[in-house]
Nanobody, 125 residues
Framework: VQLVESGGGSAQTGGSLRLSCEAS????????LGWFRQISGQEREGIAITDSGGRTNYADSVKGRFTISQDNAKNTLHLQMNSLKPEDTALYYC?????????????????????WGQGTQVTVS
């Protein structure tokens, strides 16, 4: 499986962007799918996760503003980002955890991811 992110770019404070992540191979129901971001000079931050049942969990920093969703027919993961803030400026990655057997927890997502894409830059001013 390979992951390719798209949809990043520049936005004004309060604006919206929608990130997409297309998987080239099979995504199984036992996988956890999510997004993390990395601000320059800081550690990675797991921000959203979902499982095959559509359950989701978000970091407090994005809760109520970002929405993760998946289009199984298109093997694509999305991140709808609304009410953007300058502190959302970061490199955003989609990622897959193949090891958790569908027990998806944001708190351990970063430690368990097995695959991620090349990242897409989001800049909010």
């Amino acid at each position: 499986v390979q992951l390719v992110e798209s949809g990043g770019g520049s936005a004004q404070t309060g604006g919206s962007l929608r990130l997409s992540c297309e998987a080239s191979g099979a995504i199984y129901s036992s996988y956890c799918l999510g997004w993390f971001r990395q601000i320059s000079g800081q550690e990675r931050e797991g921000i959203a996760i979902t499982d095959s049942g559509g359950r989701t969990n978000y970091a407090d920093s994005v809760k109520g503003r970002f929405t993760i969703s998946q289009d199984n027919a298109k093997n694509t993961l999305h991140l709808q980002m609304n009410s953007l803030k300058p502190e959302d400026t970061a490199l955003y990655y989609c990622a897959v955890d193949k090891r958790s057997g569908g027990n998806c927890y944001l708190s351990r997502f970063l430690a368990r991811i097995t695959l991620w894409g090349q990242g897409t830059q989001v800049t909010v001013s």
